[in-house]
Nanobody, 121 residues
């Protein structure tokens, strides 16, 4: 079994910052790409940022220059530093990871439960 547990969401004023964390645990053999997605009310889930196991990153145009994704492979954890937050960043943020477990030996995409980020004055 694998679990992704997110933390760090909350309410912040426009222009503020938040740092999200997502820790993977369980019978993990290997983690490939990790990433963050978000879903605003009435909208489809969209990619925010991804990072490969070697550190190559990819960002949605809407967050480039404001958000930074990073990971600690020793801790099986991915982070999202969000700066200069805007009201349109309000959404539930989900962690995603491609993980090989000791039971399956194939990559499978796992999702966290989501953490709410609200940007409002």
């Amino acid at each position: 079994q694998v679990q992704l547990v997110e933390s760090g969401g909350g309410l912040v004023q426009p222009g503020g910052s938040l740092r999200l964390s997502c820790a993977a645990s369980g019978s993990i053999l290997r983690i490939d790409a990790m990433g963050w997605y978000r879903q605003a009310p009435g909208k489809e889930r969209e990619l925010v940022a991804t990072i490969t196991s070697s550190g190559t990153t990819n960002y949605a145009d809407s967050v480039k220059g404001r958000f930074t994704i990073s990971r600690d492979n020793a801790k099986n954890t991915v982070y999202l530093q969000m700066n200069s937050l805007k009201p349109e960043d309000t959404a539930v943020y989900y962690c995603n990871a491609d993980i090989v477990t000791f039971s399956t030996f194939v990559f499978h995409a796992y999702w966290g439960q989501g953490t709410q980020v609200t940007v409002s004055s």
